[in-house]
C-alpha cells in the first residue's frame, strides 16, 4: 500500500475513533469554576452592583467568568429560572449548560434558559401558545416581491430597488430604529445613498425612489398586515415579543447575562431595557474591538452608553489573557491600535511556554497558497482537530477545503455547507453511488436534478432497480416516462449505466458523468440556482466557477483508485455536527469565542480581506480591522498568516495587494 493510502487510511480511522469517544464521554467532576478563577475575575462574579459591564480583550476569561457568574447565584439561592443567558448561538448556550451541569444536579441545569435573543422570544411566543411560524427570510422576501407585483405599486415607483433589498432593509430598520417611521429611516439611507453615488445613473435611481417614498411606507406597513395575516414571524418579531411577553406577564427574571454583548443591536437593547425597568439585573461581557456584526445593526457604541443606560452599574475590566501566546497578542494587539478605543483596557500575556513565532507566507497566486496551506497542515506536528483555517468569506473556503481532501486530510466545515453538500455536488455523487451499487433512495430522488425526472419517475427507477439484478435493463423495462422529453433523459442514463458497467475508477466514471447529456441538465439548473443567489455576477464567471468545483471533484476522484478510497475521502468531510473530528475551516464570524491550538489565515489580500465591497456596506474599514484582530485572537500556540499576489480564480489573472493589515500587525516574512 503507498505511504498516501496508508496515510487516508489512517485519518479515517481516526475520524471514526473520535466519533465514537465523543458518544462515549461520560461527564467528569470539574474544579469548581470559581476556583479557576483570577482576583478581577472574581470581583465581577462577586459585584453588588445592579448592573455589572464586563469590558476586556479576547481570550481573557469573559466566558469562564460568566459561569462563575451563574455558579455564585445559585449558590446564594437564586433560583434556576430567575436566571437567563444570552448568548451569540445556540450552541454557545448549550456549552454553557453543559458546563454548568458538572457542578449541579441537571433538573437545576435544565430551568435556567441559555441561548440567543431570539430563542429566547421563540421559547416566550411557545410558553404563550402563540402559534405564530417563523419564515425563512427568502420566503418572506418573496411574500415582499409579490406586493410589489401590485399595480399601485408597479406604477408609481420606477425601476425599484430588488424584494431582497427591501427587505434588507426592514431587518434593519426594526434592529436599530428609534421612533422613526420606516419612510423617515429610509429617506435617509437614500440620502446617504444618493450623495454617494459614483455614477449619474445610480444618482437617478435612488432619486425616483426618493419621490416614491410613501409607496416604501405603503409596502411596509402591507407587509407587516400580511405577515399578521399568515401569522408569519421573521427573527426580529421574535425580539419583539419578549417586549409583548413582558407587557402582559410579570418579569421573575433576576438575572440576565448577556455574552458577546459588543454585538448586540438596538431592537435588542430595547428589549434588556424593558426588562431591566421591570427588575432585571443586566450582567453583560463584551470586548469593543470584537464588534464584527455592523451589517446586521449592532454598533460598538452600545458599550459606550451602557452606563449611562443603566444606573448603578459596574464597570470591570480583566486584564490577563490566558489564551495566545505573547507573540500572537502582540500582532493582534499593533494592528488594532489603529481603531479608537472606547474604553482603556490592559492586556498582559498569561500564557507560559516556549511558542512557535508566528509566520507569513506570501505566495506567487491563491492556487499555491491552499496547496502551501495543505502542505503545513499535512506535515503539521498538531492534531488535524486543533488546527483551524479562517477566511473573511465563505467562498474562499470551498477551494481549500476541496485541496486538503484530495490530500486525505479530514475537514469540518463549521456553520456553512461543506463542498460536498453543493445541489451539484451531492447529485453527482449520488449518480456515482446508483453507478456503484450504494445508493439509496434519497440518492434516486436527486435524480432529479439530472435527468430532470419528477420525483415520481425517480422513486419509479429506485424500485426498478430492486427489482431486476442489471439496473440499466430494469429501468428500460419498468419506468415508462409518459413525456417524450423525458424519456429521451431516461434513455441517456439508461446509457449511462451500461456504458458504467464495470467500471471501478472513482475518475472514469465521474467523466462519463460529466460526458453524458444529462450533465446539462445538472450544469443548467447549478447555474440558475447560483444567478438567483449572485444577480449582478457577470453569467461567465458563475460558469466558470461552476466548472471549476466540477472540476475539483473530478481531482479528488483522480486521486482514489477505487470506489471505498473515494468513499473514506467523501467520509473525511463533514459539517459540524457533533464535535467531528478533523481540521476546522470557518469564517472569522463564526469563529468568534472560539479557540485552537494552531489557527491559519487566509486570503490576507486588499480583494479579500478586508473585503473592502462588504466594509462598504458594514461599519468600514474599522470593522474589518475587528474582524482580522478577532482572527489572530483565536490561536494559542501557532499562527500562520498567508496571502497571494495573483488572483488566478478569475478568467483573466489579475495582481492584488497584500492586505494593509498585514503591515499594521508588524509581522514579516522570513
Ligand atoms: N483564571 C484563569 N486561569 C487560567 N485559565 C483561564 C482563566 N480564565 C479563563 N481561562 C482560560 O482562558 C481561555 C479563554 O477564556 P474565555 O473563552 O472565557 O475568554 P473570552 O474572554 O470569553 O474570549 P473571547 O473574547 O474570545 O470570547 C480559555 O481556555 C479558559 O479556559
Ligand atoms: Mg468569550
Redesign the pocket.
Known amino acids: 500500500m503507498s505511504k498516501s493510502k496508508i496515510r487516508l487510511e489512517r485519518e479515517y480511522k481516526r475520524k471514526q475513533e473520535f466519533r465514537n469517544k465523543k458518544l462515549r464521554q461520560k461527564q467528569t467532576k470539574e474544579l469548581s469554576p470559581l476556583d ?3 482576583e478581577e ?1 472574581l470581583k465581577a462574579v462577586y459585584s453588588k452592583h445592579k448592573h455589572n459591564l464586563i469590558i ?10 460568566i459561569i462563575g457568574r451563574v455558579v455564585r447565584l445559585l449558590q446564594e439561592g437564586i433560583k434556576p429560572d430567575e436566571i437567563i443567558l444570552l448568548t451569540f448561538t445556540s450552541k454557545a448556550g448549550t456549552e454553557m449548560l453543559e458546563r454548568l451541569e458538572k457542578h449541579f444536579s441537571s433538573d437545576v441545569v435544565s430551568e435556567i434558559f441559555a441561548g440567543t435573543f431570539h430563542s429566547y422570544g421563540k421559547m416566550l411566543m411557545d410558553k404563550a401558545g402563540i402559534p405564530l411560524k417563523l419564515k425563512k427570510q427568502k420566503d418572506l422576501t418573496s411574500l415582499i416581491a409579490s406586493l410589489m407585483e401590485k399595480n399601485i405599486f408597479k406604477q408609481n415607483v420606477e425601476n425599484p430597488y430588488s424584494a431582497s433589498a427591501i427587505n434588507g432593509y426592514i431587518g434593519l430598520y426594526e434592529n436599530t430604529r428609534d421612533n422613526e417611521t420606516f419612510s423617515e429611516w429610509l429617506m435617509a439611507k437614500f440620502q446617504e445613498k444618493y450623495e454617494s453615488s459614483k455614477t449619474e445613473a445610480s444618482a437617478d435611481r435612488v432619486e425616483a425612489q426618493m419621490q416614491a417614498i410613501e409607496m416604501y411606507e405603503w409596502l411596509y406597513q402591507e407587509y407587516i398586515n400580511e405577515k399578521k395575516f399568515h401569522e408569519f414571524c421573521d427573527f426580529n418579531d421574535l425580539l419583539k415579543y419578549i417586549g409583548i411577553y413582558y407587557n402582559k406577564n410579570p418579569n421573575r427574571v433576576k438575572q440576565i447575562i448577556v455574552d ?1 454583548y459588543q454585538d448586540t443591536n438596538t431592537l435588542q437593547n430595547k428589549v434588556l431595557k424593558k426588562m431591566a425597568d421591570m427588575g432585571s439585573r443586566v450582567f453583560a461581557v463584551g ?1 469593543y474591538d ?1 464588534s464584527i456584526y455592523g451589517f446586521n445593526g449592532s454598533d460598538v457604541e452600545v458599550v459606550r452608553e451602557f452606563p449611562k443606560r443603566y444606573q448603578d452599574t459596574g464597570i470591570f475590566n ?1 486584564s ?1 489573557n ?2 495566545s501566546s505573547k507573540q500572537i497578542l502582540g500582532l493582534a494587539n499593533n494592528c488594532i491600535e489603529n481603531n479608537d478605543r472606547i474604553i482603556p483596557k490592559r492586556l498582559v500575556a ?1 500564557k507560559s511556554g516556549v511558542f512557535p513565532e508566528p509566520t507569513l507566507k506570501i505566495y506567487e497566486t491563491i492556487r499555491e497558497q491552499y496547496r502551501g496551506v495543505a502542505e503545513m497542515i499535512d506535515s503539521s506536528h498538531y492534531d488535524n482537530n486543533d488546527i483551524a483555517i479562517l477566511f473573511r468569506s465563505n467562498n474562499s473556503g470551498n477551494l481549500m477545503e476541496a485541496i486538503l481532501i484530495e490530500m486525505g486530510i479530514p475537514t469540518v466545515r463549521v456553520k456553512s455547507g461543506s463542498f460536498f453538500d453543493g445541489v451539484d455536488i451531492a447529485t453527482m455523487v449520488s449518480v456515482y453511488r446508483i453507478i456503484t451499487g450504494s445508493a439509496t433512495v434519497l440518492d434516486f430522488l436527486n435524480l432529479n436534478n439530472y435527468v430532470g425526472a419528477d420525483k415520481n419517475t425517480c422513486k419509479e427507477m429506485f424500485d426498478a432497480v430492486q427489482r431486476g439484478s442489471n439496473k440499466a435493463s430494469a429501468i428500460r423495462e419498468y419506468v415508462k416516462p409518459t413525456i417524450y422529453s423525458l424519456d429521451a433523459r431516461v434513455k441517456d442514463f439508461i446509457r449511462l449505466l451500461e456504458e458504467t458497467e464495470g467500471i471501478t475508477s472513482p475518475f472514469t466514471i465521474f467523466r462519463i458523468i460529466i460526458d453524458n447529456p444529462c450533465y446539462q441538465v445538472l450544469f443548467n439548473n447549478t447555474f440558475e440556482m447560483a444567478k438567483r443567489f449572485n444577480k449582478n455576477t457577470e453569467d461567465s464567471l458563475i460558469i466558470e466557477q461552476i466548472e471549476q468545483k466540477h472540476e475539483l471533484l473530478l481531482r479528488i476522484a483522480q486521486s482514489c483508485d477505487t470506489p471505498r478510497e473515494f468513499n473514506m475521502k467523501l467520509n473525511l468531510s463533514s459539517k459540524e455536527e457533533d464535535n467531528e473530528y478533523g481540521v476546522k475551516l470557518l469564517t472569522v464570524h463564526a469563529s ?2 472560539l ?1 485552537f491550538k494552531s489557527v491559519y489565515v487566509i486570503d490576507l489580500s486588499e480583494e479579500r480581506f478586508p473585503n473592502l465591497k462588504l466594509a462598504k456596506g458594514g461599519a468600514g474599514i474599522d470593522e474589518e480591522r475587528r474582524l482580522f484582530y478577532v482572527a489572530l ?2 490561536a494559542e500556540e501557532h499562527l500562520v498568516l498567508t496571502t497571494y499576489k495573483v488572483d488566478d480564480t478569475k478568467k483573466t489573472p489579475k495582481g492584488v495587494q497584500i492586505s494593509r493589515f498585514i503591515k499594521e500587525s508588524g509581522i514579516t516574512e522570513v
Open positions: 479557576t478563577l483570577n475575575q476586556a480583550s479576547a481570550g481573557t476569561g469573559k466566558t469562564s467568568t458577546e470586548d470584537q480583566l490577563k490566558y489564551r498569561m468568534k469565542g479557540e485572537t483565536r
